[in-house]
């Protein structure tokens, strides 16, 4: 049997799914569309049931893509998801305004109960429900009083769901939903007010208030919390807060799982006999794997922050002030947290536009999201930024090096506006992008809905996201292990015979001679004095060729990458400055100076180079389009941009 759950946003409705199916939770897809449908399940009475729940909506007219799953299927019988019975969660605080969907969705004649929730906010409002005058409005539908922040109301929305029958006869609040409404922006506004009216006419019997005279109040907290000035500060502070919390709580376990997946790698590689099979899955498989499970800590911390944020009901007011800032760029008032997590890291930042129900706003945030300089490009500026340039203060304070971390991280910011500022532009939209949304109370957030964000966003990452990685991790380690002919044998031959007839240098520099030339002699190096002509205007050799083919894995790996064919130990960063700073071309010039070195570092600010976040956009976006045409434009501003850096720099 299936149930729909239907509502307004914020009303309840995630607590009402969590209460009633726990952990046995799944999400998919509507058929045929790319809406998302979370879908659990529960049995009640040895009968199994599958519940599933709708986007959030304020009428049954819709405004966006979301909205119209919640039309489509609720008036269309045939429809392979059309429930048995509907939830539609009201909140009993809000009695008047939810009614409209409620009563909506009642004239469908989809059998339905309602269920009363937010009744302790209500009551401590001190507004009282009438039950028998609400039932005598709504004669077809159950009316359960839940609360589903404190668990209550389950037991007796199974009985509902058990008791509940076919409408037979057609019965009406105000009569059938015209079809043409779903395009006819007047039928939509001459219906709902003539629903609102029949409402208003009928709530006094419903609604009794306590309250002498009924006086709007903004919460004390409201007055500093969105106030047009200090609402901007308490954000940016509460921002840092978390920042610093993401940043020193997640690389401690990021490290260890880094380190014990390397571990287990060359671990796999003693206790297996040699051969193909072997370095597949220590090097190819093993790694890729610890590259999937590294982000958790990040998603994980960020989501924390965030599903309490929300909980606690401070995020709508973020989202509130920010979208004035936000709406001429191609924004909404929910892009701010996506962008300002992808300065952590994109992947999570990209999840978090999971709440923007515009589709428009959504595909361009997440589009300009992974031009926020992540924390993946910290590791490449520093090397690059110890190279070429010089280690000096102006004005006596400024230090330039500073400067120039400062400069790449402004560069990444106002591009990240420019491109969505265009975007707007660009992409085709039959959605109006307007903020419709109420303050919810203030409240204390509950762990275990806390706890379930924060699992559900890990799970989709590892699972959805973690099979590309995986997929393309194994593709870049065959590129980097196997070589055409016998080449890369050939190579390491002559490295060994070097040696022997050498006794000063010891094993391990044998060891990074060897790593060096058979990446040199791969596919990979193949590939990257391929494109030395095409990165030569860049500024760049077949070395750097090799490292920016293999960096699309992660753009740390660049540093990595640039240790294995300067022959230098991983770890040396010393040593590798050292041979990087005395590089030269055929012509005597240095390699990394002051162009190539910028070049480089602009050709990061843009490049996508990194796996984790095309898989992810391929999940979040359903599509591989989305994901390859991303690539493509950063890939053409990394290549403009750093173009264009050379040339005037050299
Ligand atoms: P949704 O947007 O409709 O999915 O609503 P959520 O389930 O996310 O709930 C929004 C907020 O209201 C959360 O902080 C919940 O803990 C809280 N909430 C849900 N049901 C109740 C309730 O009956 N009473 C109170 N006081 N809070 C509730
Ligand atoms: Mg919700």
Redesign the pocket.
């Known amino acids: 049997m299936k149930v729909g759950l239907v509502?307004?946003?914020?009303?309840?409705?995630?607590?009402?799914?969590?209460l009633l199916t726990g952990l046995r939770q799944q999400v998919g897809n509507f058929p045929g569309i790319t809406v998302e449908r979370k879908v659990g399940s529960f049995s009640a009475d040895s009968k199994d049931f599958k519940l599933i729940d709708f986007p959030?909506t304020y009428s049954i007219f819709p405004r966006s893509k979301d909205e119209k799953v919640v039309y489509d299927v609720l008036s269309n019988p045939e429809h392979s998801e059309f429930p048995d019975v509907c939830i539609v969660?009201v909140d009993a605080s809000n009695l008047e305004r939810n009614l409209l969907l409620f009563s909506q969705v009642y004239d469908l004649q989809v059998p339905l109960i309602m269920a009363l929730?937010?009744?302790?906010?209500a009551r401590k409002n001190k507004k009282e429900i009438q039950r028998e005058a609400l039932q005598k409005m709504f004669p077809s539908a159950q009316i359960i009083e839940?609360?589903?922040?404190?668990g209550l109301g389950k037991d007796r929305l199974i009985e509902a769901i058990l008791n509940s029958k076919e409408r037979k006869d057609p019965d009406y609040f105000l009569g059938p939903i015209p079809e043409e409404g779903i395009n006819d922006a007047l039928i939509q506004e001459a219906e709902a007010s003539a629903r609102y009216e029949k409402i208003q006419k009928l709530i006094d019997k419903v609604l009794v208030r306590k309250l002498e005279s009924e006086e709007i109040t903004i919460s004390k907290w409201d007055r500093i919390l969105v106030h047009p000035l200090w609402g901007y500060f308490i954000f940016a502070a509460i921002l840092m807060v978390v920042f610093q919390f993401i940043f020193s709580f997640a690389t401690l376990p990021m490290d260890i799982i880094d380190g014990a997946f390397v571990k287990l790698g060359s671990w796999l590689q003693e206790v297996l006999p040699t051969g193909v099979f072997t370095d597949l899955l220590s090097q190819g498989i093993v790694p890729g794997i610890g590259g999937v499970l590294v982000f958790i800590p990040q998603i994980a911390f960020l989501f924390f922050f965030i599903a309490i944020l929300?909980?606690?009901?401070y995020l709508a007011r973020v989202v509130f002030i920010m979208d004035r800032l936000m709406r001429p760029l191609g924004l909404n008032g929910k892009s701010v947290v996506p962008l300002l997590s992808s300065v952590a890291c994109a992947i999570p930042g990209v999840m978090a536009t999971r709440t923007i129900s515009d589709w428009k706003e959504r595909m361009i945030t997440i589009l300009v999201a992974p031009l926020m300089s992540c924390s993946a490009r910290i590791p490449v500026y520093t090397i690059l930024i110890s190279l070429v340039i010089p280690d000096h203060y102006v004005f006596g304070v400024l230090n330039v090096q500073g400067l120039v971390l400062f400069g790449l991280y402004a560069l990444g910011l106002v591009s990240a506006l420019l491109v969505a500022l265009i975007l707007k532009k660009l992409i085709k939209s039959k959605d109006k992008g307007f903020l419709l949304m109420e303050l919810?109370?203030y409240?204390r957030?509950?762990w275990g809905?806390v706890g379930l964000t924060v699992w559900e966003k890990v799970r989709v990452f590892v699972w959805d996201a973690g099979k590309i990685i995986l997929a393309l991790s194994v593709i870049l380690w065959a590129l980097a292990s196997y070589g055409p002919g016998n080449e890369m044998e050939k190579a390491v031959k002559i490295v060994e015979h070097q040696f022997e007839n050498n006794t000063n240098l010891d094993q391990e520099e044998k060891e990074n001679q060897i790593a060096s030339v058979k990446l040199e002699n791969s596919y990979m190096g193949i590939l990257g004095k391929t494109i030395e002509p095409v990165i030569a205007p860049l500024g760049y050799d077949w070395k750097i060729g090799i490292s920016l083919i293999s960096s699309f894995a992660a753009r740390e790996v660049f540093v990595g990458s640039l240790a294995t064919i300067y022959a230098v130990h991983a770890d040396d960063n010393e040593k590798l400055l050292d041979r990087l700073s005395q590089e030269k071309r055929s012509d005597g010039s240095l390699v990394y100076n002051l162009a190539s070195g910028t070049s480089l570092m602009v050709f990061y600010v843009y490049a996508m180079q990194c796996m984790a976040t095309f898989a992810i956009v391929k999940r979040e976006t359903k599509s591989w389009r989305w994901p390859l045409f991303q690539m493509a434009f950063m890939g053409i501003l990394a290549y403009l941009g750093a173009f264009i850096t050379y040339q005037i720099l050299s």
């Open positions: 509502g307004n946003p914020n009303t309840g409705k995630s607590s009402i799914f969590n959030g969660v929730n937010m009744t302790d906010v839940t609360n589903a922040r404190a929300e909980e606690s009901g919810p109370q409240q957030p509950k809905n």
